[in-house]
Nanobody, 124 residues
């Protein structure tokens, strides 16, 4: 069992930055690939970024590439999402998720554990 708790969301103006954190407890953090997903009102949950167990493989959805950076600190059992140059269309609830796999995946259905989410609102 893995418990995930996100933090760092909030209200920011367009062009601003936020750093999300996801703290994990339970089973060994380093055995999980970690992903960030988001869900805007009236839309389906979508993939944002994923990082492999040791950080060697990282993937982003096209709309955030060059603006967002995913990273992890296995010693602190934490994964981060640095979000720069934020746009109003980035407004959503952001979730972190854990996937017991060696190969990072984009499909939300593949993930075993989810956090409760943190709201990010970008004003224009």
């Amino acid at each position: 069992q893995v418990q995930l708790v996100e933090s760092g969301g909030g209200l920011v103006q367009a062009g601003g930055s936020l750093r999300l954190s996801c703290a994990a407890s339970g089973r060994t953090f380093s055995t999980y690939a970690m992903g960030w997903f988001r869900q805007a009102p009236g839309k389906e949950r979508e993939f944002v970024a994923v990082i492999s167990r040791n950080g060697g493989m990282i993937y982003y959805t096209a709309s955030v590439k060059g603006r967002f950076t995913i990273s992890r600190d296995n010693a602190k059992n934490t994964v981060y999402l640095q979000m720069n140059s934020l746009k109003p269309e980035d407004t959503a609830v952001y979730y972190c998720a854990a996937d017991l796999t060696a190969v990072p995946r984009y499909d939300a259905k593949a993930y075993d554990y989810w956090g409760q989410g943190t709201q990010v609102t970008v004003s224009s």
